[in-house]
């Protein structure tokens, strides 16, 4: 969410700030904290559609942009691991057309059951949620054009490991990209201690045997870094 400041410096402006500003990004820091705490149950899926599908996500992760600049074609197999409620993957499912693929990796039962439900819903035929192991993204060998992963990679333990394992899924010069919150403090996102720099990123990619390929800072919140082997 963008953070308004007004040039106004009347105390009934400086009031109307504080009233009506703060209180709703104070809420979406907390629901961000709820989200990335280790301790919650995805049981009650509605509540989670309605915070991870909330239209002012949009407003700073900006989904359409980064479809752009993930440059996918038709026909494309992409894998959105950590996908959740499908924000993403039903949006690449368009974006790759009906030749092409679009897999919702999920630990979740609840959000894998809701994504394949979605996908009915929508008509889409290619859009596919699959239920995968913590430590293993279980993809088929050479079998995926580009992994993406948002909001999640901070999540995952002993990432060079599983940086090796999802590298035996990438088709030849298939592509990572991940999508994480600055380490910084931010009105959106994990608390600052669950936070990764992208230096540290950088060392890890690079210890898996990646190189970068490119990184992008269109985003308010977040970076964008794109690898390959």
């Known amino acids: 969410m963008k953070q308004r400041f007004l040039k106004n410096s009347a105390i009934g402006a400086v009031l109307v700030f504080v009233v009506l500003v703060f209180p709703v990004i104070n809420c979406f820091s907390q629901q961000a904290q709820e989200v990335h705490s280790s301790h919650h149950s995805f049981d009650d899926i ?135 919150f600055y380490k910084k403090p931010l009105p959106v996102g994990p608390p600052l201690e669950l936070k990764l720099s992208e230096k540290t990123v950088l060392e890890e990619f690079r210890q898996a045997g990646y190189h970068l390929k490119r990184t992008l800072d269109f985003l308010p919140y977040q970076y964008f870094l794109e690898f390959e082997l």
């Not at 559609?49 to 989904?63: T, Y």
């Not at 368009?94 to 439900?117: Q, R, W």
């Open 46 to 180: 509605e509540l989670w559609v309605k915070r991870f599908e909330d239209p002012e996500r949009d407003k700073w992760q900006k989904p359409e942009e980064i479809i752009k600049n993930l440059n996918l074609n038709s026909g494309d197999i992409i894998a959105d691991i950590g996908a959740g409620t499908g924000y993403f993957t039903r949006r690449f499912a368009k974006a790759v057309g009906p030749t092409g693929k679009s897999f919702g990796l999920d630990i979740e039962p609840a959000m894998v059951k809701h994504m394949n439900e979605d996908a009915q819903k929508l008509n889409l035929k290619n859009y596919e949620a699959r239920l995968v192991k913590p430590d293993d993204p279980e993809l088929v060998p050479h079998s995926v054009d580009v992994v993406f992963i948002c909001d999640t990679y901070h999540h995952i333990e002993n990432r060079v490991s599983y940086l090796k394992r999802l590298s035996k899924g990438l088709k030849k010069n298939g592509r990572i990209v991940i999508v994480d």
